[in-house]
């Protein structure tokens, strides 16, 4: 089976593992995603992930995972890179509006050209450095897939949280005890979820804190 037949089918399959329903637009809009992140990537170097079948459940699916998780109609993705997970999820929840912040030039310019041509009008890009960043609106719930640092994730995003509002950092292994330490701003309830991502050989979790 060639890669153009293969990357929808393990999608498809991944999504019903996941219990994820999708309309085939949807599905469609997903692996034309995919597409574009490949070439793209072939000359800007966008994401270390090459094989399209990879990219599969390393991008799509896992940025998905936290689809359950996802609250209100306002979100921000802080430090979005080439779309991860704003695009995807801006694809599977056409009823929320995704703001998708990063201060790399060419991974802006990636994401504008594909929220273009994907049609995606509940996706705003925004190129800033997220300590500058003044948005002037309040997000419900603030998702990051570049959490370097769990205390440096929430003291970046304490100037962004509105209350009600909801913090989720997706990251690899368990974050230890230690790190979730005097997390400023303090949460009124943080819990660590396992996240299983269908075709995915590597531990994933979210950390999701709840401000009232």
């Known amino acids: 089976m060639c890669d153009r037949e293969a990357v929808p089918a393990r999608l498809v399959a991944g999504l019903a593992r996941m219990g994820v329903a999708l309309s085939g637009d949807r599905i469609d809009a997903l692996v034309r ?33 936290v689809l359950p998780y996802l609250h209100g109609a306002r979100l921000l993705d802080l430090g979005t890179g080439p779309g991860l997970p704003g695009i995807p999820l801006a694809i599977a929840a056409p009823e929320r509006v995704f703001y998708l912040l990063d201060s790399n030039g060419k991974k802006v310019r990636f994401v504008r050209q594909a929220v273009m041509a994907l049609g995606l009008t509940n996706a705003v890009v925004i190129q800033a450095r997220a300590q500058a960043y003044l948005p002037g609106k309040e997000f419900a719930t603030i998702v990051s897939r570049a959490v370097a640092s769990t205390p440096d994730f929430f003291a970046m995003t304490a100037p962004l949280l509105p209350r009600p509002a909801r913090l989720l950092a997706m990251q690899g292994k368990r974050p230890a005890g230690t790190d979730l ?4 701003p303090r949460p009124d309830i943080l819990r660590i979820h396992p996240i299983e991502v269908p075709f995915l050989d590597a ?8 401000y009232r």
Do not use: C, F, K
């Open 33 to 65: 995603y995919l597409w574009l992140l490949q070439r793209w990537n072939r000359a800007y170097n966008l994401t270390a992930v090459r094989e399209p079948l990879e990219m599969v459940p390393r991008h799509l699916l896992d940025s998905l995972s």
């Open 181 to 184: 330490e005097g997390l400023e």
């Open 203 to 210: 531990e994933r979790h979210l950390i999701e804190a709840h």
